[in-house]
């Protein structure tokens, strides 16, 4: 098993080598309908499967057709990362979609229409630290995904 250091740095590698081929070497039609950037790469300590995380910008339809897209060159791009890294077994690589950024935007708009909420009522942050509660509350627990939740993203 190799050591924490070392998975970084093949992460590290495998996202820069990606990327790369996100960019050019990838000719599936699929892949470039979207806008693709990696955002993170998760190596086993074991070294033999890395997922890759993905963030897709466009339509919901544009999403799936770049990650069906994506795994159909599954294949092309195991075998160039086992080219352009020097490893003892190229790592199975699995194309995950990274939500985090548009779940992140949701919950600021939902902290800035709350503000404005609070502005409209002439509310301001001493009526919250007071104790008095609210629906803002309810609100913000329905956006922000439990820890549970994540965990079934990353499986």
């Not at 963030?55 to 990362?81: D, H, N, P, Q």
């Not at 939902?110 to 409209?120: K, V």
């Amino acid at each position: 098993m190799a050591n924490s250091r070392r998975v970084e740095r093949v992460a590290s590698l495998i996202k820069r080598e990606v990327s790369h081929m996100l960019m050019g070497d990838i000719k599936d039609d699929r892949v470039g309908a979207g806008m693709v950037s990696v955002t993170d790469v998760d190596v086993s300590g074991d070294l033999q499967h890395a997922k890759v995380f993905v963030s897709i910008y466009g339509t919901e339809e544009t999403r799936a057709e770049t990650m069906e897209g994506l795994k159909a060159a599954t294949g092309f791009v195991r075998s160039e990362l086992g080219q352009r890294i020097r490893l003892r077994r190229t790592p199975e690589i699995l194309f995950k979609e990274d939500t985090s950024m548009e779940r992140g935007t949701r919950v600021l708009s939902l902290i800035n229409q709350l503000s404005q909420e609070r502005e409209e009522k002439g509310m301001d942050d001493a009526w919250f630290a007071e104790g008095e509660e609210g629906d803002d509350e309810d609100l913000l627990d329905d956006a922000i995904p439990s820890a549970e939740d994540d965990e079934d993203d990353l499986a």
